[in-house]
């Protein structure tokens, strides 16, 4: 067992042009770092011989509600308390690759621990991040967004 102060998860849900999209992130803290896992389904399938892959990020913002040009408005941009370029922003995260609409994903990060992000949305964006684009690495619209909330112990 490991002493942990703060465990974090968000419940994961499509806007309205994305209904089935849903899913559920969990944040541990590990040695330091937070561990986090991902498990999505219902993603946009592509046409054969194109990539399903979809970027991941922590956005500053604690909802997930928005407007009719941008469901998710209220994410508001990428979690960067450090105010670092884009793709080392804290909540720049590795992309979900996804498989028939499926994607889980499994990683180690030390750019925030749980509890700093208690509060924050993590967003699915229907396009892979190029990596380079400021400030968000032109990866498409908000399609899935979780409100990250402390989770309880048993």
């Known amino acids: 067992m490991f002493f942990i102060d703060t465990y974090a998860k968000a419940i994961i849900r499509g806007s309205g042009k994305y209904p089935e999209i849903h899913g559920y992130a969990a944040f541990v803290p590990y040695f330091g770092k937070t561990m986090m896992t991902i498990s999505v ?8 011989c194109e990539c399903e ?3 991941l990020h922590i956005h500053e913002g604690g909802s997930c509600t928005g407007n009719a040009d941008d469901p998710f408005a209220n994410a508001k941009s990428h979690y960067d308390p450090e105010g670092c370029p884009h793709p080392c922003h804290s909540g720049d ?8 609409g499926s994607a889980h994903a499994a990683f180690l990060t ?9 509060g924050k949305t993590i967003i699915i964006h229907a396009k892979a991040d190029d990596l380079h684009s400021q400030p968000s690495g032109n990866s498409g619209e908000k ?3 979780g409100v990250i ?3 309880k112990e048993d």
Do not use: Q, S
Not at 94 to 99: G, I, N, Q, R, S
Not at 111 to 116: D, G, L, S
């Open 41 to 48: 389904y219902g993603l946009p399938r592509e046409k054969k």
């Open 53 to 55: 892959i979809f970027a």
């Open 93 to 100: 995260l590795p992309p979900l690759y996804a498989d028939d």
């Open 110 to 118: 030390g750019r925030f621990t749980p509890e700093e992000i208690i």
């Open 143 to 145: 399609i899935a967004c």
């Open 149 to 151: 909330e402390k989770m």
